[in-house]
């Protein structure tokens, strides 16, 4: 009887984690599609002069910034990653990991560090002035233009490619460049003729990585007055009012992040590289000897000097010598709206991710497989896109909820859940459900089957086996993916300035807040504070590899 039984239960509890599932999943697509459906509905009189005056140049400035950035980026990723994994020289170690905290850093807040210390006045110019009686001409060093935006960009989102390329470079591809070095293949022909072939799907997914980073920022491009589209998405939505058309412009954004993911696509559709022998080891590095191995130092240096210790250094001159003005009554308010939302939106996500990521476990197949493909979707998306779709659709919920609250004795047209957190938090859900999916997923991958099935057998049930077999297994997974959203959450800036409701601060506008007010000296605390969260996550990141 017990036997009959099993599968009924089991069939209701895949049922409803799949549910779950497919409910998470909608909650995801449906803000996304609804911005695709904008390119269907009439225009309004305002979007065709912001089609014929303004959008031409919008694009042109967000294709510019992605081709250099992108450019550069890869340029210096990939010449990293290889002298890390091909060869040794003095910091090697240190650099392997250290090239990698850039990451903690959010653009925005170098953006407006590095423009303040290369300004006229900022440190270093200053110091050229006073104590060396040099004067550089204007605009020498200065990164308040397009040029500085891609400096910016490249230094600070580049390790996304250093750390793709280099694990690929020591684990996958080890036979072929040792075969190289065999026939008498030098360093330079090496890196063409077989590192850069072989590291090609490596590379290009790091690149799509800072491209759709690029395409999402706002911080940085507004700081610096480079026209993208993001920005104009902003300028239309609060400097003209017109939703309509900052929806078209997120629309056709969206098509574009589309049409790049399947340009990718189609580059890497016939190149697959597979080693001729079962046998895999990793690639041994060479010994670089005298002028070359401190070259690779200095040029390892010169990137982590630039990247990370130099505006860290920055901003705990500023906190240390100015912190205490700052540090007012609604500091306090400050960091508990931070802590505050990105906890609440973590949870979320983290419930929904472990629900999703069970249900794919259970039941695999091609529908389950499609449906966590869905789960990711939203971190290709640009912050503003999300916002957008997001605030349309709570828009949308307070018009067909109205008799209800005038039935609560609330105004004709009033807005209640288009002004509450529950509409941020929304947001901040499609934006990082794919880093806490995919933080579970690959815990569960690493947990066998086996133990899930013996429970079963044993006449368990699905939520018991969960529980008392599965959870403590993949807690490791679990505490990673909550750390790593919640750090990603509490950078956000383009999503939280858009869906916020009023009197709602967290550290990130308020530090951006300050800086575009030129009060940068009083944004170096609430950014600092920003840095050393971001830096929790990048460590869990490099913590299997530095064991």
């Avoid at 929904?352 to 449906?371: C, E, K, N």
């Avoid at 990711?376 to 209800?404: C, K, M, T």
């Avoid at 790593?484 to 939280?496: A, H, Q």
């Amino acid at each position: 009887m017990k036997i009959t039984l099993l599968p009924r239960s089991a069939g209701r509890h895949v049922n409803g984690w799949t549910m779950t599932s497919v409910i998470g999943a909608a909650v995801v697509l449906l803000p996304i599609l609804y911005v695709l459906a904008c390119l269907f509905r009439p225009p309004n009189d305002n979007w065709s002069k912001v089609k014929q005056f303004l959008l031409t140049d919008y694009v042109l400035g967000s294709a510019k910034l992605v081709f250099f950035t992108g450019f550069f980026a890869a340029f210096i990723g990939v010449a990293l990653a290889w002298l890390i994994a091909g060869y040794t020289f003095p910091l090697r170690n240190f650099f392997k990991w250290a090239l990698v905290l850039p990451l903690a850093v959010p653009p925005y807040i170098a953006a407006y560090t590095y423009s303040s210390m290369t300004g006229y006045t900022g440190i270093i110019q200053a110091t050229l002035r006073n104590r060396f009686d040099v004067a550089l001409p204007p605009g020498t060093i200065e990164v308040m233009s397009d040029r500085g935006a891609i400096f910016i960009l490249t230094l600070f989102l580049f390790p996304y490619i250093f750390m793709m390329t280099r694990v690929f470079l020591e684990r996958q591809s080890a036979s072929f460049i040792e075969n190289a070095r065999l026939l008498g293949h030098k360093p330079i022909s090496v890196f063409f003729r077989v590192v850069l072939p072989l590291s090609r799907p490596a590379v290009m997914a790091g690149v799509m990585l800072v491209v759709f980073e690029v395409l999402s920022d706002y911080g940085v491009a507004n700081y610096f007055g480079v026209q993208t589209v993001s920005t104009a998405i902003f300028q239309t939505w609060f400097g003209m009012y017109d939703v309509d058309s900052a929806m078209k412009m997120a629309a056709w954004l969206m098509i574009g992040v589309i049409g790049l993911f399947m340009i990718e696509r189609w580059l890497r559709r016939s190149k697959r590289y597979a080693s001729t022998t079962s046998r895999s080891h990793p690639l041994r590095p060479q010994r670089l000897k005298g002028l070359a191995a401190w070259g690779a130092a200095a040029f390892c240096t010169v990137i982590f000097l630039l990247a990370f210790a130099i505006p860290i250094a920055q901003l705990a001159a500023w906190s240390i010598q100015y912190g205490g003005k700052i540090w007012r009554s609604d500091f306090a308010d400050l960091i508990a709206n931070t802590i505050k939302g990105a906890g609440i939106g973590t949870a979320i996500i983290l419930l929904i991710a472990i629900v999703s990521s069970r249900a794919a476990r259970m039941f695999d197949s091609p529908f389950m497989q499609a449906l966590s493909r869905m789960m990711s979707a939203g971190y290709s998306v640009p912050g503003a896109i999300v916002a957008i779709g997001v605030l349309a659709i709570f828009i949308e919920l307070d018009g067909r909820l109205a008799p209800l609250y005038r039935a609560m004795g609330k105004d004709d047209g009033a807005l209640v859940l288009s002004l509450s957190l529950a509409m941020l938090l929304t947001g901040y859900v499609i934006r990082f459900m794919a880093t806490g999916y995919g933080a579970l997923e690959a815990g569960y991958e690493k947990m066998p089957r086996v133990y899930s099935e013996a429970s079963r057998t044993l006449g368990r049930s699905s939520l018991f086996t969960f529980l008392r077999v599965e959870l403590p297994l993949i807690k490791g997974s679990l505490l990673s993916g909550f750390v790593l959203t919640f750090v990603e959450i509490i950078k956000e800036l383009p999503l939280t300035l858009l869906l916020r409701p009023f009197n709602y601060d967290t550290l990130s506008t308020r530090a951006y807040q300050y800086a575009t007010d030129e009060r940068v000296f009083d944004a170096a605390l609430p950014s600092l504070l920003l840095v050393m969260i971001g830096l929790v996550s990048v460590l869990i990141l490099l913590r299997p590899e530095r064991r």
